[in-house]
């Protein structure tokens, strides 16, 4: 049962253009979300997050969107260059809770290609 | 400022040989550790986290341990691996004043089980 969907395995974006990764959850418990970035052989890089009581964030050429009553949040990557080219994985968790339910629930990843 | 040392890089064992893959973290503590594994086509599955010494949780059943010995300090075991154990493993902290945030991760380790 996955709690965290990214339906998309992939994604090729033209330079200069923008990427939009979707990612969308089922459970309602959860109330912060992230984007990490991994590049092949490395470990994840954290790029962005919000929390339920948003529902925009913006970092610069990053934005992560959340739609709560779809369960569904998107990151925007504005303007998209090569270097942006990786496995984007987005996660969920639960900032009030502990125990198990304090940790992070991921995604299965979006492989973004930047063309030059 | 805060770092996170994961060991070795890239380990081919055979099947039914042990394992131990060491993590460590400087730079702050009491930190909550995990351990997530990332296989072919199944993104990132936690696989234990702890929040103090001694003190570890299982979120999947499977052919795999960890302890905790000192409080900067995370180590995945197996007695036996399978073939099945193969994947990338991924060390992990985040503060300790609070679950849920952001996790920082360490390079990894690519296992081939073979």
């Known amino acids: 049962d996955q709690q965290v969907k990214q339906n998309s395995p992939s994604l090729s974006v033209q330079e200069g253009r923008i990427s939009i990764l979707n990612c969308d959850y089922t459970?309602?418990?959860?109330?912060?979300f992230l984007w990490y970035k991994k590049y092949p052989a490395e470990g994840p890089t954290f790029l962005i997050s919000?929390?339920?009581?948003?529902d925009k964030n913006e970092d610069g050429r990053f934005t992560v969107f959340l739609n709560k009553s779809a369960k569904h949040l998107s990151l925007h990557i504005v303007p998209s260059q090569p270097g942006d080219s990786a496995v984007y994985f987005c996660?969920?968790?639960?900032?009030?809770?502990?125990?198990?339910?304090?940790?992070?629930?991921f995604g299965k990843g979006t492989k973004l290609s930047v063309k030059p | 400022s805060q770092t996170i040392h994961q060991w070795p890089a890239t380990l081919v064992q055979p099947v039914g040989s042990p394992l131990s893959l060491e993590c460590t973290v400087e730079?702050?503590?009491?930190?909550?550790l995990y351990w997530y594994r990332q296989a072919a086509g199944r993104g990132l599955q936690l696989l234990f986290y702890?929040?103090?010494?001694?003190?570890i949780s299982s979120e999947v059943p499977q052919n795999l341990s960890a302890s905790r010995p000192q409080d900067r300090q995370f180590i995945l075991s197996s007695k036996k691996l399978l073939l099945s154990d193969s994947g990338f493993y991924l060390c992990?902290?985040?503060?300790?004043?609070?679950?849920?945030?952001?996790?920082?991760f360490g390079q990894g380790t690519r296992l081939t089980v073979v």
């Open positions: 992990a902290w985040s503060p300790g004043t609070a679950l849920g945030t952001e996790a920082f």
């Open positions: 459970n309602s418990m959860f109330d912060y």
């Open positions: 919000i929390s339920s009581i948003k």
């Open positions: 996660a969920a968790g639960y900032m009030n809770y502990g125990g198990s339910q304090g940790n992070l629930i």
């Open positions: 730079g702050t503590s009491n930190p909550n």
């Open positions: 702890s929040v103090g010494i001694g003190q």
